[in-house]
């Protein structure tokens, strides 16, 4: 079950210090959760298949904050190997790995679960859960080894995902959710917090595949929700421990 808060305020070191890894740099809610993460102190490592869009991430993010590290990847064609090389080169590289933000994302938009594609219905379901998870595994390890660290993965409203049309990506999302509780169980006893964000609606390019006529600005942009990731990075999290969290943000 999800849980609802008003957004905190976010101190400007909150996580100072530290090395945060965030999955789909490139994407509206990633590419402004890298930034939030590199005011608030962090070295952000921006990962990402698009190239140039994650250039033009790298470029405000150094700006804001300590010099980020940019690690072009393509989840749908990596495997544990790439996962386990990728890690241990961030934490060997930058001195550690204290955060991992996963927000990659693959939706094409609703269509009956019959009329889809097998490969697409393949490669939505290892991108938007498979991955992530395997990620996390060739992760752990190196969070461990940090003290205090943190796994939040994005999820999505299981009443609206669950519906109709909503595909792999919607039985991906609900996997997630169950995901973040299983894992947290594991892992409640280490130096690892495992927590869920559930952001509310957002002008991202994901959304408007699935509301093509919406007036996109009736809802917030991802920057609204860039102070939650920070807050479930950082050691004040520690209350969303094994949680979905799903913050208001002001109308």
């Known amino acids: 079950m999800s849980s609802q808060a008003a957004m ?5 070191d909150a996580l100072a210090g530290r090395v945060v890894l965030v999955t789909g740099a490139q994407g509206g809610l990633g590419a402004e959760a890298a930034k939030a ?35 072009p990847v393509d989840l749908a064609g ?5 996962y386990s090389q990728l890690a241990e080169k961030v934490a060997s590289e930058l001195g550690g790995l204290h955060g991992l933000l996963h927000c990659a994302a693959e939706f094409t938009g609703l269509a009956p679960l019959e009329a ?6 393949v490669r939505s379901l290892h991108v938007n859960f498979t991955a992530p998870w395997l990620l996390t595994q060739a992760c752990l390890p190196w969070l461990r080894k940090s003290g205090d660290s943190a796994v939040v ?19 991906a999302k609900q996997g997630v959710a169950a995901l973040v509780r299983q894992l947290s169980a594991e892992t409640d006893q280490t130096a690892v917090r495992v927590a869920g964000l559930e952001p509310g609606p957002m002008r991202t390019d994901l959304r408007a595949r699935a509301y093509a006529d919406e007036a996109q600005l009736r809802v917030p942009a991802p920057a609204a929700y860039a102070p939650a990731c920070v807050h479930l990075l950082s050691p004040a999290g520690i209350d969303h421990r094994g949680r979905i969290w799903a913050p208001r943000v002001p109308a």
């Open 78 to 82: 990596a495997d544990p190997a790439d």
């Open 153 to 171: 993965f994005t999820t999505d409203d299981p009443a609206r995902v669950g519906k109709a049309y909503w595909g792999a990506y919607g039985l």
């Open 8 to 12: 905190p305020d976010v101190a400007a």
């Open 37 to 71: 993460c590199a005011r608030a102190g962090a070295t952000v490592v921006l990962l990402g298949r698009k190239l140039p869009k994650l250039n033009r991430v790298y470029d405000a993010v150094k700006t804001l904050g300590p010099e980020p590290a940019l690690y």
């Open 116 to 121: 889809t594609e097998p490969e697409a219905f």
